[in-house]
């Protein structure tokens, strides 16, 4: 996370710890290397986890030390990073002050000599990557695939609103109940936005969320932001020449 580490660089370009300087970054400052750094996640994520987690990274990343107009730059520069695009990222770099000492995003410093740290997470995938697949049975007579959500019991539960941001860039208020499941939701958001059910994937704190949990089972804050991870249908194949 960005912090203002409080030393600086002297004209060699070491890091002097004892200089007690004003924590402005002098010295060296490389270019971004290449390579993309290799890591394994604690437990085999998805691609929406991973984006669920570099989500909440960026959303609360402005909260900690550091100018949110320089977390805006270092979050375009990982996106052109990852993509492969390294002269839009290193002129993202230039452009905003930022320099590297050891020429990578996780570790470098703005033109203040505040410090910013990037997890390795959101400059690469890990190595356990597994494919995303749906957790309900096609099959289940309690499966996602009808549009109407099914009403609970008017005395089960209470009231509680539930604030959801959706892959489509939509944030949103759904009103739910503490003895909802997460499959009852998914079916409640499809009546009021329209989004398939079967299509949803819901994610917390990088976790994906069980369809037959409930609310109540999941404690989630009445504060906190849900991802929703919207899968959208492969586009149709275009006509065969000579086909209208």
């Given at each position: 996370m960005?912090?203002?580490l409080g030393s600086h660089h002297d004209s060699s370009?070491?890091?002097?710890?004892?200089?007690?300087?004003?924590?402005?970054a002098l010295g060296r400052n490389e270019r971004l290397r290449r390579d993309r750094p290799k890591w394994k996640s604690d437990y085999p994520m998805t691609d929406g986890q991973l984006l669920s987690k570099r989500d909440e990274f960026w959303d609360t990343a402005p909260a900690f030390d550091g100018r949110t107009e320089i977390w805006d730059a270092l979050r375009a520069?990982?996106?052109?990073?990852?993509?492969?695009?390294?002269?839009?990222?290193?002129?993202?770099?230039?452009?905003?002050?930022?320099?590297?000492?050891?020429?990578?995003?996780?570790?470098?410093?703005?033109?203040?000599?505040?410090?910013?740290?990037?997890p390795l997470y959101c400059l690469s995938?890990?190595?356990?990557?597994?494919?995303?697949?749906?957790?309900?049975?096609?099959?289940?007579?309690?499966?996602?695939?009808?549009?109407?959500?099914?009403e609970a019991p008017a005395e089960a539960g209470e009231d509680c609103p539930l604030r959801l941001r959706l892959s489509t860039g939509c944030d949103l208020r759904l009103d739910v109940r503490s003895t909802d499941s997460v499959c009852h939701m998914k079916r409640r958001l499809q009546a009021q936005e329209g989004v398939a059910a079967i299509s949803q994937r819901w994610f917390f704190s990088g976790r994906p969320l069980a369809d037959r949990s409930t609310l109540q089972e999941l404690c989630i804050p009445s504060d906190y932001m849900v991802q929703v991870i919207v899968s959208q249908p492969p586009a149709p194949p275009d006509p065969a020449p000579g086909h209208s």
């Open positions: 960005g912090g203002c370009g070491t890091l002097n710890l004892n200089s007690g300087g004003t924590g402005v520069a990982a996106h052109a990073f990852e993509s492969g695009d390294h002269e839009l990222a290193q002129a993202i770099l230039d452009g905003a002050g930022v320099t590297l000492p050891h020429g990578v995003l996780s570790d470098c410093y703005d033109e203040l000599g505040t410090r910013y740290q990037l995938q890990p190595v356990n990557m597994i494919e995303e697949r749906a957790e309900c049975d096609p099959d289940d007579p309690d499966d996602l695939t009808d549009p109407e959500p099914s």
